[in-house]
């Protein structure tokens, strides 16, 4: 069993619906937690970075953490064909433990219009 | 500022050649790592650095090598290329001095490489 657990998808949505994008992971150590966006042959790019549990908004994306049940989700609100991507979550212990993110496989996301 | 910049772009290789893929950051990180893409794989840890003159492996480190001779460098190297080894390929830097070493990772674009 990997670490981090993502399903891959494809998610297919109309433009304008809530997303939800959720990764599970078993190791409680991780504290740092990322989510990151790749477009078509592109490189990942950080999209939301939180540390420790609760929520954190930007814009239309929230990232929310539940430690307690190892569940970390992405939602994005009134989505765009422009945020069709892959959705990458990531994470990683605090400096004295490995510094390594482990990374979920990704999950497709498209927004028709 | 161009960030991670990964030199090539694309390649061929036939099976048995060998070649060096060039990762250069302008962000004075100490930490520089090689990914792997695969469909249905997600990315792999191939090599990492934790800093001029260190490389450490990662989760699939056989058939590469790399160097880090300078900070802003990170070389990766196929020895013989293998079928196996058709993937596109990421480099990524972390870590300025002053930061937590768990601060996120930037990404390069990738080079696509195909070996027949």
């Known amino acids: 069993q990997k670490e981090v657990e993502q399903d891959p998808g494809p998610l297919s949505v109309p433009e304008g619906a809530i997303v939800s994008l959720n990764c599970t992971y078993s190791?409680?150590?991780?504290?740092?937690f990322m989510w990151y966006r790749q477009y078509s042959r592109k490189g990942p790019e950080l999209l939301m970075y939180t540390y420790s549990s609760g929520n954190k908004e930007d814009g239309r994306f929230t990232a929310q953490v539940d430690k307690s049940s190892k569940y970390i989700s992405l939602f994005i609100r009134d989505s765009q064909p422009s945020d069709s991507a892959t959705y990458l979550c990531?994470?990683?212990?605090?400096?004295?433990?490995?510094?390594?993110?482990?990374f979920g496989r990704g999950t497709s996301l498209i927004v028709h219009p | 500022n161009a960030g991670v910049t990964q030199t090539p772009k694309f390649r061929v290789l036939k099976t048995g050649q060998s070649m060096t893929l060039l990762c250069a950051q302008d962000?004075?990180?100490?930490?520089m790592y090689w990914y792997r893409q695969d469909p249905g794989m997600g990315l792999r840890l191939i090599h990492y650095?934790?800093?001029?003159?260190?490389?450490a492996k990662g989760e699939v480190p056989d058939g590469y090598n790399v160097s880090r001779l300078k900070k802003q460098n990170f070389l990766l190297g196929l020895e013989s290329a293998a079928p196996s080894q058709t993937s596109v390929y990421f480099c990524a830097s972390s870590y300025s001095r002053g930061e937590s070493p768990s601060q996120p990772q930037h990404f390069g674009d990738g080079t696509r490489l195909s070996i027949l």
């Open positions: 190791n409680s150590a991780f504290q740092y």
């Open positions: 990531a994470m990683s212990v605090p400096s004295g433990g490995s510094y390594i993110p482990t």
């Open positions: 650095s934790v800093g001029e003159g260190t490389t």
């Open positions: 962000m004075n990180h100490e930490y």
